[in-house]
């Protein structure tokens, strides 16, 4: 984004939107994300700025995307108490394998407070793709230093549980983590990115996927974690 170009101080969103209101030719921006938390700037300085431009029609909805639990919190309470704008969605990085740092504080809190849930790693990077299942298969993707972390016990141990469920579904892998995460009582929709029009079909295919209950336990019990514990134990 160049130096200087990051944060959520009032002046520097009120220049960003003008300037991506250009670059993408439209007079108005449906959802517009605080992609990072600024701790630098105070909640209701970013709130301000946010009612300023839907009040001009220049943004419909907001979002928050990598918030804590607490601050996104925050942020709610702040714009009942002054009337400004709420966060109407959330984009976690939230996957089979990621699951303890979203699942803790922040699902419950984005279902009470019925905001919509955008996940992104949506398959870990390709991982649960099952694209990547040794050392050697790294060598095949520039996404390498994503994937390593995954090549453990758990991750395969996840991946032999996709590898089931889309067997007793007719589908694939990719499309069983995909029908997991939608699943979820706190996931609107999930994020994944495609290469070619293939990949999109079988990402479309996650759709339909209806997982039954006993499916959906395999794969809870295949990635479970221990409480308090970082997602990769």
């Known amino acids: 984004m160049g130096p200087g170009k990051k944060g959520l101080s009032k002046g520097y969103i009120l220049a960003a939107v003008e300037d991506s209101l250009q670059r993408l030719q439209t007079d108005y921006i449906d959802l517009y994300q605080s992609h990072v938390d600024d701790a630098e700037t105070l ?36 714009g009942k108490k002054k ?23 922040l699902a419950p809190l984005c279902v009470r407070e019925n905001i919509g849930v955008i996940p992104y790693f949506s398959l870990a990077s390709g991982f649960l793709a099952g694209k990547y299942r040794s050392e050697a298969d790294l060598t095949k993707s520039a996404r390498a230093t994503f994937v390593k972390k995954y090549l453990n016990e758990r991750g395969f141990r996840i991946l032999g549980a996709l590898d089931q469920v889309a067997k007793t579904h007719g589908a694939t892998p990719t499309q069983a983590a995909l029908a997991w995460l939608l699943a979820q009582p706190s996931v609107t ?12 079909h079988e990402l479309l295919g996650a759709a339909d996927l209806k997982i039954d209950p006993e499916s959906l336990e395999k794969l809870n019990q295949a990635s479970t974690y221990a409480a308090g514990a970082g997602s990769g134990n």
């Open 43 to 78: 909640l209701n300085e970013t709130l301000e700025a946010y009612a300023q431009l839907i009040q001009q029609g220049k943004v419909r909805a907001i979002g928050a995307s990598n918030y804590s639990a607490k601050r996104l919190g925050e942020a709610l309470q702040i």
């Open 83 to 105: 009337g400004l704008p709420r966060y109407e969605s959330l984009q976690p990085h939230y996957n089979l394998y990621e699951r303890a740092e979203f699942e803790a504080e």
């Open 189 to 200: 929709a999930p994020i994944a990115s495609v290469t070619n029009l293939d990949q999109l």
